[in-house]
């Protein structure tokens, strides 16, 4: 037969518990698991966060997750590309001002040395010239000179100076072409409008 027991004294409120009672080594150890038990509980939760969703919501949201990976490391790599053209561009347009544009303050005495130098090259005579330079709007730093420069010859050197000009290390840009031809004889004056580019890395073009 079984033996029989009383669970009586096992039903007693917790209120029964006083100082003296805790005072036992027994009590207070149970006490003390009790606590941790509790501590666990609250840790796991925190932990896991059940509340959180099921195993089969936590699936599908990694399943979304692994199906935007690829679009993300699509746009990555375009990202990427996008920095690669716009470093490029930077330092292609940095060598293009530097080849093209001339410093704004010896800017009108370089071209107009070459264009002397062209001329005497295919025998036009040198005449007088002027320029104005005028900021480029948006840019404190670049601006556009245009010549005014007047030369004398026959038709034939002055197509040979043309030829010249297009030749030249310069970005420079025929806006205008003028000939007056003479009254006497073969020779032509000639006014050319030229333009270029100049820079100020003082940002003092006005």
């Known amino acids: 037969m079984p033996k029989s027991f009383s669970f009586v004294g096992a039903t007693a409120p917790l209120r029964g518990l006083n100082l003296a009672t805790l005072k036992d080594p027994r009590v207070s150890m149970r006490v003390g698991l009790g606590m941790l038990l ?13 509340w959180g969703g099921s195993a089969d919501d936590l699936e599908r949201r990694l399943a979304a997750m692994r199906a935007q990976l690829p679009q993300r490391q699509a746009q990555l790599a375009a990202t990427k590309l996008l920095v690669q053209k716009v470093e ?9 001002m ?31 010239s002027q320029y104005t330079v005028e900021p480029i709007e948006g840019s404190d730093t670049l601006g556009m000179m245009t010549i005014s420069a007047n030369y004398e010859g026959e ?48 940002g003092g073009l006005q």
């Open 38 to 50: 509790a501590l666990n509980i609250v840790a796991a939760l925190i932990l896991f966060k059940p």
């Open 88 to 96: 490029k561009a930077h330092t292609e347009s940095t060598q293009f």
């Open 98 to 128: 530097a080849k093209y544009m001339l410093n704004e303050r010896n800017a009108y005495s370089t071209i107009l040395g070459e264009l002397t130098q062209a001329a005497d090259k295919v025998s036009l005579k040198s005449r007088e």
């Open 155 to 202: 038709y034939p050197n002055l197509t040979k100076f043309i030829n010249e000009l297009d030749r030249s290390p310069r970005f420079l840009i025929i806006e205008s072409l003028q000939a007056s031809p003479q009254p006497v004889g073969k020779v032509v004056n000639v006014r050319f409008k030229l333009t270029a580019f100049v820079k100020d890395d003082t």
